[in-house]
Nanobody, 124 residues
Framework: VQLQASGGGLVQTGGSLRLSCAAS????????WGWFRQAPGKEREFVSH????????NYADSVKGRFTISRDNAKNTVFLQMNSLKPEDTAVYYC??????????????????WGQGTQVTVSS
């Protein structure tokens, strides 16, 4: 089971990036997917979640209105479109498959499978 995150990079303030996370070895269409991020010296924090059907999405207040999560179950892939990026968005971004429905979706313990992370750097 592997989750491969990609799409990170260096962008100026106000710019955009689109992250992708592709799953292989297992079908994740029955799971919700999440994005988390971790800045240097800080704990990993919740960014966004999308339900298994794609009909329900959740966002951290810090990214609401700027980020959009989506998924393509046929391709076992989840996306995170990030617009109006700010320097405080700089972090390593991780995708994860939510397997523990009895745990709130905004905590890492709800997710059993994690990607390797992709670096996003926003310059001021």
């Amino acid at each position: 089971v592997q989750l491969q995150a990609s799409g990170g990079g260096l962008v100026q303030t106000g710019g955009s990036l689109r992250l992708s996370c592709a799953a292989s070895g297992r079908t994740f269409s029955n799971y919700g997917w999440g994005w988390f991020r971790q800045a240097p010296g800080k704990e990993r924090e919740f960014v966004s979640h999308i339900s298994s059907t794609g009909t329900v999405t959740n966002y951290a207040d810090s990214v609401k209105g700027r980020f959009t999560i989506s998924r393509d179950n046929a391709k076992n892939t989840v996306f995170l479109q990030m617009n109006s990026l700010k320097p405080e968005d700089t972090a390593v971004y991780y995708c994860a498959a939510r397997t523990r429905l009895n745990v709130v979706l905004a905590v890492t313990q709800a997710y059993a499978f994690w990607g390797q992370g992709t670096q996003v750097t926003v310059s001021s």
